[in-house]
């Protein structure tokens, strides 16, 4: 079993900028990838964006270029940096951590960006 926490969604002008993070616990060892998902009202959930082990990384076309994640191996932790934040990155986002077996889903934070 693996636990994934999220932390430091929040509210936040267009253009501004958010760090999301996700802690992950348990069975830590596991893991071959973390990644960042999200699902706005009324929407199916998305891919933000996705890092392997091996830090290779993998970007919604929406958010390239704005938004980058990170991983921190040692702390079992994922972080997203998301900078010029646009009204329609408004989500619940929610972090999966990946293991050969299956995938584990945070709660989820709320991001909202006001026009």
């Known amino acids: 079993q693996v636990q994934p926490v999220e932390s430091g969604g929040g509210l936040v002008q267009a253009g501004g900028s958010l760090r999301l993070s996700c802690a992950a616990s348990?069975?830590?060892?596991?893991?071959?990838?973390m990644g960042w998902y999200r699902q706005a009202p009324g929407k199916q959930r998305e891919l933000v964006a996705i890092i392997t082990s091996g830090r290779s990384t993998n970007y919604a076309d929406s958010v390239k270029g704005r938004f980058t994640i990170s991983r921190d191996n040692g702390k079992n932790t994922v972080y997203l940096q998301m900078n010029s934040l646009k009204p329609e990155d408004t989500a619940v986002y929610y972090c999966?951590?990946?293991?050969?077996?299956?995938?584990?889903w945070g709660q989820g934070t709320q991001v909202t960006v006001s026009s």
């Open positions: 999966k951590t990946m293991t050969n077996a299956r995938a584990y």
């Open positions: 348990g069975s830590v060892f596991n893991i071959i990838g």
